[in-house]
Every structure is written in structure tokens, then in C-alpha cells.
Nanobody, 116 residues
Framework: QVQLVESGGGLVQAGGSLRLTCAAAGSIFSINTMAWYRRAPGKQRDLVAT???????KYADSVKGRFIISRDSAKNTVNLQMNSLKPEDTAVYYCRISTSNGAITWGQGTQVTVSS
């Protein structure tokens, strides 16, 4: 069983930065894609960014040029550097991984609040 532990959320003023980290622990098969999603109040959970085992990245249009996803495969961690934060970035951010055996695991979520 794999557990994901997220950290780094908090309250920040608009224009500020935060760095989220997600660490995977437990019985880990080879991790394929690692991703961050977010759910804003009253909205569905949306994809923010993904990174493959080969390092290829994709971003939601709303965060392109502001957020950077990275991973340390040796440590089974994925990070999300969030810059130039906007109030509309306020959401619960979730880490998600998929492994080579087909399993998908979600983290418990971390709150990010951006004040105007």
C-alpha cells in the first residue's frame, strides 16, 4: 500500500509564492506519472500539472508560466513551485501518482489560500 503525504500549503498574499511537496511511502512499484490537482470551493477537482517518469511536463493553461512541477524519482517525491499566485489559485491541492502495476493513489490534500 502506498501513502502520499503532502506539505507546504498555507496562506499567502497575491503575487507571492508557495512550494508544495508530496512524498510517497510504502510498497511502491515503479512510479509512472506524478501529478497535482486542485479543487476550488464549489468546483470540481481539476488537473494542475503532470510529470512523467521521463520528465515530460504538462500544465493547465491557467498556471502556465507561473507553476513548475518537478520530481525526484530517487526519493519518490514531486514538487509544485507556485509563483505569482492569484486569489483564484485558492484551492485544496492534491497529489496523485500512478504506478507501473496500474494503481492510482491520491494524497489527502493541502489547503492553499491566496489573499487579495
Amino acid at each position: 500500500q502506498v501513502q502520499l503525504v503532502e506539505s507546504g500549503g498555507g496562506l499567502v498574499q497575491a503575487g507571492g509564492s508557495l512550494r508544495l511537496t508530496c512524498a510517497a511511502a510504502g510498497s511502491i512499484f515503479s512510479i509512472n506519472t506524478m501529478a497535482w490537482y486542485r479543487r476550488a470551493p464549489g468546483k470540481q477537482r481539476d488537473l494542475v500539472a503532470t510529470i512523467t517518469s521521463g520528465g515530460s511536463t504538462k500544465y493547465a493553461d491557467s498556471v502556465k508560466g507561473r507553476f513548475i512541477i518537478s520530481r525526484d524519482s530517487a526519493k519518490n517525491t514531486v514538487n509544485l513551485q507556485m509563483n505569482s499566485l492569484k486569489p483564484e489559485d485558492t484551492a485544496v491541492y492534491y497529489c496523485r501518482i500512478s504506478t507501473s502495476n496500474g494503481a492510482i493513489t491520491w494524497g489527502q490534500g493541502t489547503q492553499v489560500t491566496v489573499s487579495s
